[in-house]
């Protein structure tokens, strides 16, 4: 494909943006990576699951509670997402590469696939943000319309009611349907995958095959199909909404914009600009949010510095907000989730006229 350009200065916002963060960690002698809070929160986070998993299909609870376990176990399915996956992916969870490896394989074993997901989010959806025809991320057609360049359809009239049903599905069709979709085709969306070696095929099917044995034949077998089918239901469907509520307040809201290159295939904006104007925060001083979400309500100092752990993200973006200051650029914010998730229902609606 003809990717679009970033423009460029030699003295770039940017540039002087990375100063600032490198001096940040040189004075305070940090590394960028994860450290014993986040080991710590991994290992609660694993462990959670992996008992409560077992409680469900090994020991048959009550059927309120079960229910109440499946929806705690989806929460749990995102937030190993979020907190270990994501990091790892990006290679900020650990110093070694093999640890941010193991952290990153945590998707495959959750049912996804860590080679398509690195792709999709890590090159595309982190080099053209909010870019249509490229970043996947805003593409659920026909379903939705998140930007006013795609089509339009008549059930988008609708969309700011049945959005939340609509996420919902996030999760289950990721594991049954997108990823052996982007397999088979060889790409994502309009972009091609590169060359997938033998080890690749190798573990999308092993870990497709192993997490089809985990959460589809143990449960059957010991609880029956209808148990399993409405337990996984409101555990997927759980899973898939908190999985795209999360990214959708950083990037669909009011005031994010959809860029688009000029005549000449060029983006307005030099790149840490361009992520500015299409990436927001959200509840950043809520702890509890901030836990759960591994700091992605922190989307813009991610997107800025994506090879950067979460765990120091309320630390840079006092110097990120200084620096936009400084240069005269919009840092978008939403204080509270709730305001955030407002405007994301007005973004819909405003999308919702043709």
């Given amino acids: 494909m003809n990717f679009p350009k970033f423009s460029g200065h030699a003295q770039s916002f940017h540039t002087e943006l990375k100063k600032r963060i490198n001096d940040y960690f040189k004075e305070a002698g940090k590394a960028y990576t994860g450290n014993f809070q986040l080991y710590f929160k991994a290992i ?3 462990f959670a699951y992996v008992a409560l998993y077992t409680h469900l299909v090994f020991f048959t609870p009550d059927t309120w509670l079960a229910l109440v376990e499946c ?33 990153g394989l945590s998707l495959n074993f959750l049912g996804a696939n860590n080679f398509m997901w690195k ?3 890590n090159i595309i959806h982190h080099t053209y943000t ?19 360049t795609q089509k339009y359809y008549k059930i988008h009239r609708f969309q700011h009611w049945y959005f939340w049903a609509a996420y919902s599905l996030l999760y289950i069709w990721w594991v049954f349907v997108t990823d052996y ?9 309009e972009v091609p995958l590169k060359p997938m070696h033998t080890g690749d095929h190798i573990s999308f099917w092993g870990f497709k095959l192993l997490h089809a044995f985990i959460f589809v034949v143990i449960p059957i077998w010991k609880l ?5 089918m409405i337990g996984f239901l409101v555990f997927g469907l759980f899973a898939g909404f908190v999985l795209s509520i999360v990214f959708q307040l950083a ?24 992520q500015l104007k299409t990436t927001a925060n959200f509840a950043t001083n809520n702890k509890i949010i901030s836990w759960l979400v591994g700091g992605l309500n922190f989307q813009v100092e991610h997107h800025l510095f994506p090879r950067i752990s979460h765990v120091h993200y309320p630390a840079i973006s006092k110097i990120i907000k200084k620096a936009c200051a400084d240069f005269g650029i919009t840092y978008i914010e939403y204080p509270k989730m709730r305001l955030a998730l407002v405007s994301h229902v007005h973004h819909l609606k405003n999308l919702s006229r043709k």
């Fill in 181 to 189: 979709k982007k397999y088979f085709l060889k790409r994502i969306g």
């Fill in 71 to 103: 929806v705690v176990l989806g929460g749990l399915t995102a937030a190993i997402g979020f907190n270990i996956m994501h990091d790892g992916m990006h290679g900020s969870f650990s110093r070694y590469k093999w640890v941010n490896y193991m952290a």
């Fill in 130 to 148: 909010n870019i249509e025809g490229l970043d996947d991320d805003i593409e659920a057609k026909p379903l939705l319309r998140l930007c006013d």
């Fill in 251 to 274: 990037h669909t809201v009011e005031h994010t914009q959809f860029p688009h290159a000029d005549g000449h295939n060029r983006m307005e904006d030099e790149w840490a600009i361009h």
């Fill in 224 to 228: 029956g199909f209808l148990p399993w």
């Fill in 44 to 46: 609660i986070l694993v």
């Fill in 119 to 121: 792709t999709k989010h």
